[in-house]
């Protein structure tokens, strides 16, 4: 028996059943933008990626597995209709519920966390005096409990400011999170986004360096260690790093075998092995522009 999946953008019913569109779509329609980006500025959105590649394949997967275990009880097939409209919709349920309770309309919070203080990303020293925005780097600090804040509080030796009572609590800093965030910046300014990380970390604070595309090539020693990105020479382009395997199978772990080939550099190889065409056949659909 088949199981058939589709993931129709707003279902196969409803005044909307013909509206067409995608991830892009979807976020506008669904809240998304309306949460995303920062305070006073336009919603920011999220592209494709949430919807396309998260939710939506998360909850088709869910529903095809579901299909199986009921096929392999019953011997029958399933049709699945995943609504993308519905899918992306689920997650939001914390912001429904906040309305229904409480009334109120969650907006952007930019970097901010309702149950965390501080929870944002800090500007550090400079990676270099380039004045580029990739010479800057910067480190995101999260406490989740006034034990995490004690721990910060003791990392920037115990400042008269973060003494002050109205950050001694959760909803404290929240409220004051605007002064709160200054003064972390202040002390950030002129350390070492690194050195940071570690201090932080062997004290409990989470904390992490913002890495750029370029560190995480150059510096980051765990992806080093781990042998994630390959170098492989190409002909014409040189050593570049190509992304390795996403996953590392035990017995076939995979790797990255060969650059990426030039214009025609297999024609011959597909047309004699796969295709099984002669010489004289090869001829002729060169001669008529259909092999490069």
Request: with cysteine.
């Amino acid at each position: 028996m088949i199981i058939a999946a589709y993931q129709p953008m707003q279902g196969f019913d409803g005044p909307h059943r013909n509206f067409l569109g995608f991830g892009a779509v979807l976020t506008p329609i669904t809240g998304y933008n309306h949460l995303s980006g920062f305070p006073g500025r336009p919603p920011m959105g999220l592209g494709t990626n949430y919807p396309d590649y998260v939710i939506n394949p998360g909850h088709t997967f869910v529903a095809i597995m579901a299909a199986l275990h009921y096929r392999n009880r019953t011997g029958k097939g399933q049709h699945i209709e995943c609504a993308q409209l519905e899918s992306s919709a689920a997650p939001l349920g914390p912001a429904i519920f906040d309305y229904t309770a409480n009334g109120r309309v969650q907006g952007p919070q930019g970097n901010n966390q309702p149950y965390a203080s501080p929870h944002n990303a800090f500007k550090c020293k400079p990676l270099s005096d380039g004045g580029r925005p990739m010479d800057e780097s910067w480190i995101a600090i999260a406490c989740f409990s006034d034990e995490e804040w004690l721990a910060l509080v003791e990392a920037m030796g115990n400042p008269e400011w973060a003494l002050d009572g109205k950050f001694s609590t959760l909803a404290a800093r929240k409220e004051n999170e605007v002064d709160l965030e200054a003064n972390i910046r202040s002390w950030t300014a002129d350390k070492d986004a690194y050195e940071l990380m570690e201090d932080l970390q062997a004290r409990g604070v989470p904390a992490g360096v913002v890495q750029s595309a370029r560190e995480m090539l150059d510096v980051d020693e765990h992806l080093k260690s781990r042998g994630y990105y390959a170098y492989i020479e190409h002909p014409e382009a040189g050593v570049h790093a190509h992304d390795g395997p996403p996953f590392v199978l035990s017995n076939t772990p995979g790797s990255v075998r060969s650059p990426a080939p030039l214009l025609g550099e297999h024609t011959e190889y597909v047309c004699k092995e796969i295709l099984g065409l002669d010489d004289e056949g090869i001829a002729e659909l060169m001669v008529a522009g259909a092999l490069a």
